[in-house]
């Protein structure tokens, strides 16, 4: 573990242009062989054979200007910004695309070059409108810098400057081709790296401009990413456009809450305002090199929300107000918490805290419940219905799972998903695969629906909702045969009387399929295998990982130390909350948990049956979120005394007897752990908003109140606390022998209805989406998803919408047909907090039924 | 005497429709073909085609033999030929004429080459706008097929080859042979950097040929005759005979066939093409294609051959002669030249995109009467990027324009002093500088 960060400001000026950062992969490696000396401005530099000059001169430290040049993109060579000189050639070169030759004499500041990049940078600019005073480029522009640097004070240009319309292109970027100097970068990206060729030059030669087809909105996950490249002010951020200029901002390092890739962003931040106005990508090689999605980008308004609470509210006549005159909300909590305790015990008092909290405070959160209150009911996972303490997941990690995926993707050649929408999942992991794809790596895909890589996986098996087991017993089953291992002994119990064909056909997959998946696995070199959290944390969980490890064992990905499985999780700290112990049986580092307590579903039960008098929801909106919104409203209404601490009045506060308002996350100090378990620090940008306070102060204030001798803990000292605590003490491999596992035996017939899945959605519409208005224009409509087959039957009509219908509720939502969607099956992906779509799944229910409306 | 024609492959043309394969063959075709199959192996190929001295008639010139010498042996990547035939330079109209009138002379070359490099697959890349002759070409390959001359075990060896009729969409720079595999590609016909040349990463970044349909026409005969008949024609460095489209103001224009050097640009233009109509006299002379520096009427008793027509300042490139007698306004003629340029400029890289919209836009002004004092040092100064380009449009219209612009300075100068503005109202609304003060 690394030392936290300690106020590291980053200049916006001293940071480097985005076409500066950082190399991908090195280029022409099938020449990286024999060494290659060449003179560069007369020093002497020896690189390896197919390196650039630009390479080569950036070694010796000297700067070659270029536009369309960015390391990780192709090379084309058509700014001629770059270009050099070399002895006896007639010509210039482009030093980004020319490799060094043995013996090369190259000048790159002789008075040729000099005036070819004086050249090309008044032609560049005949156009440009120089409109810098209202640019957003302006102060950061390479235009403006080269401008300075190579360009020449004036221009022979006489003639009007061409003009192009202006395309609107979504919520997030704004196209000013005006400005555009048609460097391609943009178009680069979108097409090599983030794999969906939305923006392309149309027209040629002078009227040549950038534009998607029709001139449609973009509608890629990374399409942000152009902003950083664009060198000039022609892609800007629509979001932040106009609300600052560059030199006002202050950027700090720190880590997206979205996903559990945990990208490394900068905030940009404006002190004098007290606002968040721009996040950035901050390279790291090992997470997300140079980009990121585009939900982490411009999902961070809803921090500037005027609908943030800025005091303690109170439960009066039914309605939170603030408290009265004179009243100590903290105090009012520990009085009714120690009265509950005392009459019922500590039993009766549960916590439940959302896994994008900083390790510090999900540390405290179960100190504070076990020793400061004595409950054991703590837990994190409140998107989905366990019953057991134990699941997938935290079973891999007493196996020795090596969860790494983000590394391991990385350099894997053959990458293996289960049950996992990857895209909509871990963007950012889905960009690496692309790249991986690019490099020859191939890509096997097994998900129960229509998922994003059914086009792009060389082998894509859909099986039945719920069957990943099923599916898996096959597949293992298969593997063993192709791989000619010989049957494990300890799995012949297993397979007792197993009937493959049989089994296949139960999971919906063609035998025939499952033969070329396995094959395809058995033959892979260098393969990664990646579980989704649908498929691990299901009724099957345990034993699917059981099955898959198995499978990562007869591939022979497994050693002494770990087994080549990774399991995905969603939240940007999940894994932190795991190891910091926010579990009711186990506590830091995966320890035995003291004392034991309930997990989510058991909190919620017992609330509901009155056993359980008080609940405290730190940063969740329980009500929307939790699948059972039956029991979690029923819980809420029966406890005696609800604390929530959050950022916005939602459905679960409005059900608390106290809501205390917290900071977000820019204005937070601490780590994250992500999904390959590296623990990442995000320094704090802005003070909390007046009347707000950390969920770390807030934690303290109420031990204290305890009597709880806490000294005032700032977030290094609970991190040098729980980094002795709750590093996991991880077994090495585990797997003496392959691990038996169950394979259902009855056939799960469906009994009426359709049955209902939920999935992940990047653009879906939670509570912080709604506040922040860029996410919110781009987030999708919320939609039903049905097989033709059904939408025949039911008689629908794509012209109105559907009603979806469960004994827990009704949502009104339009449908689309969908050839993907398994007959039989209605698939609504995303979290639409303004719906409440988990109406429908209340009380374990996933039958729902489908009028059209108004009938 | 008057000069007169050789012709090679315009030999007993029949000019009411394309030859078909049986009448072809009956001329001796194919059997080039037949025997270098059967005889020889492709490296003698590429020898006879490197002795016979035959050179690229797309424009550059090079020698076709070490061309082909360039295509790495050891590759373990498929080898391609591409036949260029997106002729479309102004004044030059060789191409169709063979592929008119004589298709199969095309397709025999293209197999004849693509036997020499080793290639399994020959595109024949044809313009667009060439869609009757593309057909023709098409209804041809279907001939050659089904007489086993294309496809696989072509004459019954172990030979194959594919050959593929795809048509171009309409854009000059699809003739740029990097350019051209672009679009093959079915990518917008961006041209690439050079190097590396297409001979090692071409189509599909495979080794790759691409040669002219005159070139590719020129084989069949080599193969037939012998390389030292086809070096016994022209001269030591320009060999064989050379397609001839003579275009403008002559009396009679068209394809000639001349034997190269053997025949000046004079004789070309007066014996040939009848001269230029009664009571004109020649201004000037393009040589070679509308990118070729432009000859003065002085200038015309150069042999018609690479070496003197490059020693004359200018370049046989196509061999396409456009003559332009005293009617002709050179301003006017430059400008007319600038905006094919800028219309066909593929818009990839700076200087081109910008120089020739800038150029046609001071061309313009010089020809409406706008012009500047300033304007012929501008556009001195917007030549000097002529080299920094990608491929060589921009220089194909640097070359000419830069050339009329020496060669008729006056003209120039008579039209700029003609648009001078009074510079007392400079900056004035309605003045023709006023966009100078903006």
């Given at each position: 573990m690394k030392d936290p960060h300690r106020g590291t400001v980053i200049h916006p000026r001293a940071r480097p242009f985005a076409g500066d950062a950082y190399a991908e992969e090195p280029k022409r490696p099938e020449s990286f062989r024999k060494p290659v000396t060449a003179t560069i401005d007369g020093q002497s530099v020896t690189v390896e054979a197919g390196t650039t000059i630009l390479q080569a001169a950036q070694i010796l430290g000297i700067y070659i200007p270029h536009y369309c040049y960015h390391p990780a993109l192709s090379i084309v060579a058509s700014c001629r910004l770059c270009l050099v000189e070399v002895e006896k050639s007639p010509k210039l070169v482009p030093s980004c695309s020319t490799p060094v030759g043995e013996g090369q004499v190259i000048f790159t500041r002789s008075d040729k070059a000099k005036r070819a990049r004086e050249q090309q940078m008044q032609l560049l600019l005949i156009n440009h409108p120089l409109d810098c005073p209202v640019c957003d480029q302006g102060g950061h522009c390479q235009l403006q810098r080269y401008s300075m640097d190579y360009g020449t004070d004036d221009s022979r240009y006489r003639f009007p400057k061409r003009t192009f319309p202006k395309p609107n292109l979504g919520p997030f970027i704004d196209l000013e081709r005006n400005r555009c100097i048609l460097c391609t970068r943009c178009v680069r990206f979108l097409e090599e790296i983030a794999g969906n060729a939305e923006l392309a030059v149309m027209k040629r030669g002078n009227d040549s401009l950038i534009g998607t087809f029709l001139e449609r909105p973009l509608h890629g996950e990374f399409s942000g990413n152009t902003i950083d490249l664009c060198p000039v002010g022609s892609l800007t951020d629509k979001v932040f456009r106009f609300r600052a200029r560059i030199w006002e901002l202050e950027a700090k390092p720190s880590v997206c809450p979205h996903c559990a890739v945990g990208c490394n962003i900068l905030l940009d931040s404006r002190r004098r305002t007290h606002e968040l106005l721009r996040i950035t990508p901050r390279t790291n090689p090992d997470v997300n090199g140079p980009w990121i999605c585009d939900k982490g980008r411009f999902g961070f308004d809803f921090v500037n929300s005027r609908l943030r609470v800025r005091s303690p509210l109170v439960k009066r006549d039914g309605e939170l107000k603030p408290p009265a005159d004179g009243m100590d909300v903290i105090e009012y909590i520990v009085a009714q918490w120690k009265a509950i305790r005392d009459r019922h015990g500590p039993g009766a008092l549960a916590g439940l805290i959302s896994p994008r909290k900083t390790n510090e405070s999900l540390y405290l959160f179960q100190r504070f419940f076990r020793k400061v209150i004595g409950s054991g009911n703590i837990d994190h996972r409140m998107d989905r219905v366990g019953l057991e303490d134990e699941d997938g997941y935290l079973y891999s990690i007493r196996i020795g799972a090596r969860n790494d995926p983000v590394g391991e993707v990385r350099k894997a050649e053959t990458i293996f998903i289960l049950g996992s929408d990857l895209p909509n999942e871990l963007p950012i992991l889905n960009l690496q695969i692309r790249q991986r794809l690019r490099h020859g790596a191939t890509l096997l895909v097994a998900h129960h629906q229509g998922g994003s890589y059914r086009d792009l996986a060389a082998r894509y098996c859909a099986y039945h909702p719920g069957a990943e087991m099923d599916f898996l017993a096959v597949l293992f089953f298969l593997l063993v045969q192709e791989k000619n291992?010989?049957?494990p002994g300890s799995l012949i119990e297993t397979y007792r009387d197993f009937n493959s064909a049989a089994v296949a056909n139960r999971c919906g997959v063609a035998m025939e399929a499952l033969q070329n998946l396995a094959r395809a696995l058995a033959n892979a070199s260098n393969a990664t295998l990646l579980l989704g959290e649908e498929a691990w944390a299901g009724a099957d969980g345990i034993q699917t990982v059981r099955a898959f490890a198995d499978m990562a064992r007869a591939m022979g990905l497994f050693n002494e130390n770990d087994v080549g499985i990774n399991l995905l999780l969603r939240h940007s700290n999940s894994r932190g909350a795991i190891e910091m112990g926010v579990l009711p049986h186990l506590g830091?580092?995966?320890?035995?948990?003291?004392p034991k307590g309930k997990n989510t579903h058991r909190i919620l039960q017992a609330a509901a049956h009155g056993e359980l008098k008080s609940l405290f929801i730190l940063g969740e909106d329980l009500i929307a979120r939790y699948p059972d919104r039956a029991l979690a409203e029923d819980a809420l209404k029966r406890a005696d005394f609800v604390v929530v601490a959050d950022t916005f009045v939602h459905d679960t506060a409005r059900a608390a007897h106290v809501f205390l308002p917290i900071a977000t996350f820019d204005e937070i100090q601490g780590s994250y752990t992500n999904v390959s378990g590296k623990i990442q620090q995000a320094e704090r940008v802005l003070v909390p908003l007046s009347g707000t306070a950390t969920p770390l102060q807030l934690l303290q204030a109420l031990a204290r109140r305890f009597g709880a001798e806490w000294d005032t803990l700032t977030p290094p000292a609970v991190f040098d606390i729980l980094r002795r605590e709750s590093h996991p003490a991880l077994p090495p491999n585990k797997m003496a022998d392959y691990l038996p596992f169950q394979i259902r035996t009855e056939n799960t017939e469906p009994v009426e209805g359709l049955c209902l899945q939920r999935g992940p959605l990047l653009f879906d519409r939670t509570g912080d989406v709604i506040r922040t208005p860029a996410l919110s224009a781009r987030s999708q409509p919320c939609t039903a998803r049905l097989s033709p087959e059904d939408v025949g039957t039911l008689g629908l009509s794509a012209e109105n919408s559907i009603v979806v219908e469960s004994p827990g509720g009704r949502v009104t939502i339009p449908f689309i047909m969908d050839k993907n969607t398994p007959s039989g099956s209605v698939v609504i992906l995303g979290e639409y907090d303004d719906l409440g779509i988990n109406r429908l799944t209340s009380r374990g229910n996933s039958r729902v039924r489908i009028i059209q409306e108004g009938e | 005497m008057a000069a007169s024609e050789t012709r090679v492959l315009l030999k007993d043309l029949d000019l009411t429709g394309p030859r078909d394969l049986d009448s072809y063959r009956r001329m001796g075709g194919y059997q080039g073909l037949a025997k270098c199959l059967r005889q020889f192996t492709p490296d003698r190929v590429i020898d006879e085609v490197k002795q016979s001295g035959l050179r690229g008639r797309g424009g550059a010139g090079f020698p076709t033999g070490v061309k082909w010498g360039f295509v790495p042996k050891t590759s373990p990547k498929p080898k391609y030929l591409v036949c260029n035939a997106d002729e479309g330079e102004p004044g030059t109209c060789k191409d169709r004429v063979l592929m008119q009138y004589n298709p199969h002379s095309v397709i025999e070359g293209c197999l004849i080459a693509a036997y020499a490099i080793a290639a399994h697959h020959a595109f024949i890349y044809i313009r667009g706008e060439f869609s009757e002759i593309a057909e023709i070409l098409e209804r041809a390959v279907q001939e050659a097929y089904r007489a086993h001359l294309a496809g696989t075990n072509i004459l019954g060896t172990q030979y194959s080859c594919e050959i593929i009729v795809y048509r171009g969409a309409g854009a000059y720079i699809c003739g740029e042979e990097s350019g051209l595999l672009t679009s093959l590609e079915g990518k917008r016909g961006n041209p690439r950097n050079k190097p590396p040349f297409p001979a090692v990463e071409g189509l599909y970044r495979a080794p790759t040929v691409v040669n002219n349909v005159e070139t590719l026409a020129c084989l069949p005969s080599i193969m037939r005759n012998g390389a030292a008949w086809y070096a016994s024609l022209g001269t030591e460095k320009s060999k064989g005979t050379k397609l001839v489209p003579v275009s403008g103001h002559v009396r009679k224009p068209g394809v000639y066939e001349i034997e190269l050097g053997k025949i000046t640009l004079r004789e070309i233009i007066a014996d040939l093409a009848r001269g230029v109509r009664e009571g004109h006299t020649i201004k000037a002379v393009i040589p070679g294609g509308s990118s070729s520096p432009i000859l003065s009427a002085d200038q015309l008793d150069v042999p018609f051959d690479y070496e003197s027509v490059a020693a004359a300042g200018s370049m046989l490139g196509s061999g396409a002669i456009v003559v332009l007698d005293n009617t002709v306004d050179m301003v006017e003629f430059a400008l007319r030249l600038a905006k094919f340029y800028a219309h066909e400029s593929?818009?990839?890289?700076?200087p081109c995109r910008e120089g020739t919209r800038w150029l046609v836009e001071i061309l313009n002004a010089i020809h409406e009467g706008r012009g500047h004092p300033d304007d012929l040092e501008t556009i001195q100064k917007l030549f000097e990027t002529e080299l920094t380009s990608i491929c060589l449009l921009w220089s194909a219209v640097v070359m000419p324009v830069r050339a009329l612009i020496e060669k008729f300075p006056e003209e120039f100068r008579t039209a700029i002093a003609r648009g001078t503005p009074d510079f007392s109202r400079m900056g004035q609304p309605g003045s023709p500088v006023s966009v100078l003060a903006e």
């Open positions: 291992v010989g049957f830091p580092g995966l320890s035995p948990a003291d | 593929c818009g990839q890289c700076t």
